[in-house]
T-cell receptor, first 115, second 117 residues
Framework: AQSVTQLGSHVSVSEGALVLLRCNYS??????LFWYVQYPNQGLQLLLK????ATLVKGINGFEAEFKKSETSFHLTKPSAHMSDAAEYFC?????????????WGLGTSLAVNP | EAQVTQNPRYLITVTGKKLTVTCSQN?????MSWYRQDPGLGLRQIYY???????DKGDVPEGYKVSRKEKRNFPLILESPSPNQTSLYFC????????????????FGDGTRLSIL
């Protein structure tokens, strides 16, 4: 069955440190991949999207993600964490064919940024 | 401003008392969806709609109803709420036609926190 795994439900980094949030997926066809961010008391916002163009995707707020087909991964990174990055991050995969295409969500990773 | 608006944002009610959570989008999107978010379970889709008068069950539809009489509105109805429906609910919409909606970014409302006693 198709699935999305976000390794680590909670990640804590220091301000200024590298942020790495992991996402692995299982898919039998080329997927579309998304990262969303959810700030406290808000809905989800799109951070970035992979749609089979460049494998390194740049998003908003300095985040980027690299699609690695051999590793079935789409990890999210940011070189230097800021306090305002503290939020919940969700990886999602759109896969399937025609009207069977479906969006599969990871369970989310809560990012804490320490001063 | 492009947005998805949910109302109410917060609601405390009692078991069995019918309630409706409204959702409206101003982006002329065809696709709309309802999710519930629970700790440790992530986002789970309740119902979705690909266009007016076209709705279908998501992964957890039991106990919920929806309707899509107009393109912009997609209300979520709990006919007889129960405590296990206490959750944070999100409405979302996206562009795209029938076969491509799940390739498009989804726009989310700010959520409705429901507590059913």
């Amino acid at each position: 069955a198709q699935s999305v795994t976000q390794l680590g439900s909670h990640v804590s980094v220091s301000e200024g440190a590298l942020v790495l949030l992991r996402c692995n997926y299982s898919s039998s066809v080329p997927p579309y991949l998304f990262w969303y961010v959810q700030y406290p008391n808000q809905g989800l916002q799109l951070l970035l999207k992979y749609t089979s163009a460049a494998t390194l995707v740049k998003g908003i707020n300095g985040f980027e993600a690299e699609f690695k087909k051999s590793e079935t991964s789409f990890h999210l990174t940011k070189p230097s964490a800021h306090m305002s990055d503290a939020a919940e991050y969700f990886c999602a995969v759109s896969e399937g064919a025609g009207n069977n295409r479906k969006l599969i969500w990871g369970l989310g990773t809560s990012l804490a940024v320490n001063p | 401003e492009a947005q998805v608006t949910q109302n109410p944002r917060y609601l405390i009610t009692v078991t069995g008392k019918k309630l409706t959570v409204t959702c409206s989008q101003n982006m002329n999107h065809e696709y709309m969806s309802w999710y519930r978010q629970d700790p440790g379970l992530g986002l789970r889709q309740i119902y979705y709609s690909m266009n007016v008068e076209v709705t279908d069950k998501g992964d957890v539809p039991e106990g919920y109803k929806v309707s899509r009489k107009e393109k912009r509105n997609f209300p979520l109805i709990l006919e007889s709420p129960s405590p296990n429906q206490t959750s944070l609910y999100f409405c979302a919409s996206s562009a795209g036609h029938h076969f491509s909606y799940s390739n498009q970014p989804q726009h989310f409302g700010d959520g409705t926190r429901l507590s059913i006693l």
